[in-house]
């Protein structure tokens, strides 16, 4: 099973930006899609992006449509999300996941 660590997540003014980083253990990291999820305080999760796995095919939520970009470079391992212009309602704990597979996710903190 692939295992996950997430990196990138911090403290950013609004219209600010950020690049999370998934960085996946194991030979299957390639075999089938991937998703950012994100959870923001009190709430529950909120599916923000997915892609397919050979990273031609990408989906995002309506609220991220524009500022979001996810990619994957799979001889590196590794999904990220690019943020831009983020918003305060961005603030949440953002997660890779692959199946059944999760990191242990990232803060991402929006306030000026």
């Known amino acids: 099973q692939v295992q996950f660590v997430e990196s990138g997540g911090g403290l950013v003014q609004p219209g600010g930006s950020l690049r999370l980083s998934c960085a996946g253990s194991?030979?299957?990291?390639?075999?089938?899609?991937m998703s950012w999820v994100r959870q923001a305080p009190e709430k529950g999760l909120e599916w923000v992006s997915s892609?397919?796995?050979?990273?031609?095919?990408?989906t995002y939520m309506d609220s991220v449509k524009g500022r979001f970009t996810i990619s994957r470079d799979n001889a590196k391992n590794t999904m990220y999300l690019q943020m831009n212009n983020l918003k305060p309602e961005d603030t949440a704990v953002y997660y890779c996941n692959m199946g059944g597979s999760w990191g242990q996710g990232t803060q991402v903190t929006v306030s000026s």
């Open positions: 892609i397919n796995k050979g990273g031609s095919l990408t």
């Open positions: 194991g030979s299957t990291f390639s075999s089938d899609a």
